[in-house]
């Protein structure tokens, strides 16, 4: 059953903490990507990694950086989070990107106080 | 860059009754994909295209490259069709980046 794994679900965190969103996939996928969604705006690409250590960036790469140390793991990383980064975060898989459907992760919801 | 425009941006239909979405793209892409994003927030794939008409049940998208522009069709609603739709679109580029609508939010009317 091909899945697409997000934890936490739900975060609330203090400006100025770190925040780590951990997602992981079970289809040997070799492209991740972390995406942001607020409301009015769909979402937007913030880190693509095409394999483990290959990581570039989205459109939105300030104040985040990633992990992927496995290929089935893919983490984002807040250091010093900021109130405008509350927002509801995507994590999605593809088995080599271009030309291939993306496996969406059930999302976690971060807040920041 | 590459834009999507999607629209309408909201839609209301009641149950039975049908209606198109759809994606205008400001340079050629090469496939696009439709979500629909359900009331827990989960995204779900729909289709993914990168030329053509696919149906699947009551959905019907296409995608017509050289025009610049996506549809997806929807009959018969019902109920649980209610939720956000987005579209995503793939461009040309050496990435692998996809640029998303910003959504048609659907209220299916009994």
């Known amino acids: 059953d091909m899945k697409v794994t997000q934890m936490p679900r739900y975060l609330i965190k203090r400006m100025g903490e770190n925040v780590l969103l951990e997602c992981g996939q079970d289809m040997s996928h070799e492209t991740m990507y972390w995406y942001r969604q607020d409301p009015g705006l769909g979402l937007q690409l913030i880190y693509i990694?095409?394999?483990?250590?290959?990581?570039s960036e989205g459109d939105i790469p300030k104040g985040y950086r990633v992990s992927r140390k496995k290929r089935e793991h893919f983490s984002l990383i807040l250091d010093s989070a900021k109130t405008n980064q509350t927002s509801v975060y995507f994590c999605a898989s593809s088995l080599e990107g271009k030309g291939d459907t993306q496996y969406f992760g059930p999302g976690t919801r971060l807040l920041v106080l | 860059g590459d834009q999507v425009e999607q629209s309408p941006s909201a839609l209301s239909l009641h149950e039975g009754t049908g209606s198109a979405l759809r994606c205008n793209f400001t340079?050629?892409?090469?496939?696009v994909q439709w979500f629909q994003q359900n009331s827990r927030g989960s995204l779900i794939n729909l289709f993914y295209l990168a030329s053509g008409t696919k149906e699947n049940g009551r959905l019907k998208s296409t995608f017509n490259s050289k025009e610049s522009y996506s549809t997806l069709h929807i009959r018969d609603a019902q109920l649980e069709d209610s939720g956000t739709y987005f579209c995503?679109?793939?461009?040309?580029?050496?990435?692998?980046?996809?640029?998303f609508g910003t959504g048609t939010r659907l209220q299916v009317l009994p």
């Open positions: 990694s095409y394999d483990v250590d290959s990581n």
């Open positions: 995503a679109a793939e461009g040309y580029s050496n990435t692998n980046k996809v640029v």
């Open positions: 340079t050629t892409m090469r496939a």
